[in-house]
């Protein structure tokens, strides 16, 4: 007790409650120091946290949902430690992807970043990314995806037929995965050899594992073993850049594009750039189609009526095929109409990627408010998706109403401006195939359907959404 009444006591616990002060006072959220402009209206949450236990609390798209109700098409928020600004209308989506992207930089946490490569194209702006960019899409042209039909259509045929088989339940996303990741590999490499689609696929399961989890890069998490597979795949790339560049082929695939490029100066890409970017488009390119394509079962089986109509179509191309004995062709898939509207309409309502992420480069004003610089801005597509001013009564199915456009910047599964998806028709094309072949040879049904929504991280229908395939005839 003598101690405690001693001076130096006090003094020292006055410098520790001081230090303490400042070091809370240095870390003040920025926005709370904010001179300059209106902030969009909203809540910040509680201190440090914020609204992210909300967020994680609940249907992600519920909370966007009521903050949209509550405080309109901009507001303020604050979300896995940085403040934030949502935007729900088409002008506002369209000022920060498009009229002024060059305010808004994509933003990723650096951990995801080290995982797919820090030079895949979707993390960079200006030149760099327009570089890759044009790569990547002449590579998914209409021209180059016109010699993938027929490929695509082995893969859609013998998918269909393995998960008929034996009358088993199957988990309809993780068997999409499968084609989808196929269809990816389809186009990045052209036809590559078994032994590398195995080993790539096991240690991209890994990478992908580890992606979903807690980045925490110590032996034994999923994260650690995540960056291990992920050094794996540089390995296997680098062994199939080496076989091409031996054997001289000329592809007009992914890869061939990457490898050939040289830029002005004559520059190539270095090993590294071109892994990450395979690795990005493979990324970007699987659980998205297989999302949709779980979600396109589902709504199909919920409507009979609408089934039937999309099963006429596609019976129609089927017999002028002379019964699937001739295979499909590019002019057909162009072709399907009302298959074409289910999968916008399927698009619309699931809205696989609900929402993007950028970050202020610089103090941006905005109808009247400030975004200040550092800030993360989120376009909330599903909000724009779902809104009745866009599109009647939206919480009900209707591929009809794609007979008309949709208003201009209303309609962004695929996003809009730079960064806007390239492999958009590649995805419709092999949703289109797949469904040929689904309606025209085979039933399924689903086993299990609970009508609730899991976030994989896209958003599917509960446990894959379970269902059993059967050829036709074996009915
Ligand atoms: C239904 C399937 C798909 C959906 C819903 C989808 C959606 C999107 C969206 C919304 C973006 C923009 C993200 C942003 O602005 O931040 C995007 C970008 C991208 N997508 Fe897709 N995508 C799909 C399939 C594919 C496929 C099949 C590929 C490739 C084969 C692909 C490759 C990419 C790439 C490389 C980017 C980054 C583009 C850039 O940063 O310039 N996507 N996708």
Same mark, same amino acid.
């Given at each position: 007790?003598?101690?405690?009444?001693?001076?130096?006591?006090?003094?020292?616990?006055?410098?520790?409650?001081?230090?303490?002060?400042?070091?809370?006072?240095?870390?003040?959220?920025?926005?709370?120091?904010?001179?300059?402009?209106?902030?969009?209206?909203?809540?910040?949450?509680?201190?440090?946290?914020?609204?992210?236990?909300?967020?994680?609390?609940?249907?992600?798209?519920?909370?966007?949902?009521?903050?949209?109700?509550?405080?309109?098409?901009?507001?303020?928020?604050?979300?896995?430690?940085?403040?934030?600004?949502?935007?729900?209308?088409?002008?506002?989506?369209?000022?920060?992807?498009?009229?002024?992207?060059?305010?808004?930089?994509?933003?990723?946490?650096?951990?995801?970043?080290?995982?797919?490569?820090?030079?895949?194209?979707?993390?960079?702006?200006?030149?760099?990314?327009?570089?890759? %960019? $044009? =790569?990547? &899409?002449?590579?998914?042209?209409?021209?180059?995806? @016109? !010699?993938?039909?027929?490929?695509? +259509?082995?893969?859609?045929?013998?998918?269909?037929?393995?998960?008929?088989?034996?009358?088993?339940?199957?988990?309809?996303?993780?068997?999409?995965?499968?084609?989808?990741?196929?269809?990816?590999?389809?186009?990045?490499?052209?036809?590559?050899?078994?032994?590398?689609?195995?080993?790539?696929?096991?240690?991209?399961?890994?990478?992908?594992?580890?992606?979903?989890?807690?980045?925490?890069?110590?032996?034994?998490?999923?994260?650690?073993?995540?960056?291990?597979?992920? %050094? $794996? =795949?540089? &390995?296997?790339?680098?062994?199939?850049?080496?076989? @091409? !560049?031996?054997?001289?082929?000329? +592809?007009?695939?992914?890869?061939?594009?990457?490898?050939?490029?040289?830029?002005?100066?004559?520059?190539?890409?270095?090993?590294?750039?071109?892994?990450?970017?395979?690795?990005?488009?493979?990324?970007?390119?699987?659980?998205?189609?297989?999302?949709?394509?779980?979600?396109?079962?589902?709504?199909?089986?919920?409507?009979?009526?609408?089934?039937?109509?999309?099963?006429?179509?596609?019976?129609?191309?089927?017999?002028?095929?002379?019964?699937?004995?001739?295979?499909?062709?590019?002019?057909?898939?162009?072709?399907?109409?009302?298959?074409?509207?289910?999968?916008?309409?399927?698009?619309?309502?699931?809205?696989?990627?609900?929402?993007?992420?950028?970050?202020?480069?610089?103090?941006?004003?905005?109808?009247?408010?400030?975004?200040?610089?550092?800030?993360?801005?989120?376009?909330l597509f599903r909000n724009i998706h779902h809104n009745p001013k866009f599109f009647a009564d939206p919480r009900t199915f209707d591929a009809s109403r794609f007979m008309v456009a949709p208003k201009l910047n209303t309609y962004m599964p695929f996003g809009n401006g730079a960064h806007a998806c390239p492999g958009n028709e590649l995805a419709k094309l092999e949703m289109l195939i797949l469904i040929h072949h689904l309606v025209t040879k085979f039933r399924w049904e689903v086993v299990a359907s609970e009508g609730t929504v899991q976030y994989n991280?896209?958003?599917?229908?509960?446990?894959?959404?379970?269902?059993?395939?059967?050829?036709?005839?074996?009915?």
């Amino acid at each position: 007790m003598e101690n405690i009444s001693c001076p130096i006591f006090y003094f020292l616990l006055f410098l520790i409650a001081l230090l303490l002060y400042h070091h809370i006072s240095s870390k003040k959220p920025k926005w709370k120091n904010l001179q300059k402009g209106k902030l969009p209206p909203g809540s910040m949450g509680w201190p440090y946290i914020g609204d992210t236990l909300q967020l994680y609390s609940q249907d992600p798209n519920v909370f966007f949902a009521n903050k949209q109700k509550r405080y309109g098409d901009i507001l303020k928020t604050h979300i896995l430690g940085y403040p934030c600004v949502m935007l729900a209308s088409p002008e506002a989506a369209r000022f920060v992807l498009v009229t002024y992207a060059h305010l808004f930089k994509p933003t990723y946490p650096k951990s995801k970043e080290r995982l797919i490569g820090p030079s895949a194209l979707f993390f960079h702006q200006g030149n760099y990314h327009s570089r890759l %960019r $044009k =790569l990547v &899409q002449s590579s998914l042209s209409p021209e180059a995806l @016109r !010699k993938l039909v027929t490929d695509i +259509e082995g893969l859609a045929i013998s998918s269909l037929e393995s998960w008929a088989k034996n009358n088993q339940i199957i988990n309809t996303f993780r068997v999409m995965k499968k084609f989808s990741f196929e269809v990816g590999i389809l186009a990045i490499f052209g036809q590559l050899d078994a032994k590398y689609k195995e080993e790539l696929n096991k240690n991209y399961s890994t990478v992908e594992k580890g992606y979903n989890s807690f980045p925490t890069n110590l032996p034994g998490t999923a994260y650690y073993k995540a960056m291990v597979a992920r %050094r $794996k =795949l540089n &390995q296997i790339l680098s062994e199939i850049i080496c076989q @091409r !560049k031996e054997k001289k082929t000329v +592809e007009k695939d992914l890869l061939c594009h990457l490898l050939n490029f040289k830029d002005e100066k004559g520059q190539t890409l270095t090993e590294d750039q071109i892994a990450d970017n395979v690795i990005g488009v493979l990324f970007a390119a699987q659980d998205t189609t297989a999302s949709a394509l779980t979600w396109i079962l589902k709504y199909l089986h919920d409507d009979q009526k609408l089934l039937e109509a999309v099963k006429a179509e596609q019976r129609t191309i089927y017999e002028s095929n002379e019964e699937g004995k001739n295979l499909l062709t590019w002019a057909q898939t162009r072709n399907m109409s009302l298959t074409y509207r289910v999968i916008l309409e399927s698009l619309r309502m699931s809205s696989i990627i609900s929402f993007t992420y950028r970050e202020a480069v610089v103090d941006v004003e905005y109808d009247g408010y400030l975004i200040p610089k550092g800030w993360k801005v989120m376009p909330l597509f599903r909000n724009i998706h779902h809104n009745p001013k866009f599109f009647a009564d939206p919480r009900t199915f209707d591929a009809s109403r794609f007979m008309v456009a949709p208003k201009l910047n209303t309609y962004m599964p695929f996003g809009n401006g730079a960064h806007a998806c390239p492999g958009n028709e590649l995805a419709k094309l092999e949703m289109l195939i797949l469904i040929h072949h689904l309606v025209t040879k085979f039933r399924w049904e689903v086993v299990a359907s609970e009508g609730t929504v899991q976030y994989n991280p896209f958003p599917i229908p509960h446990h894959g959404l379970p269902s059993r395939l059967w050829k036709e005839q074996e009915a």
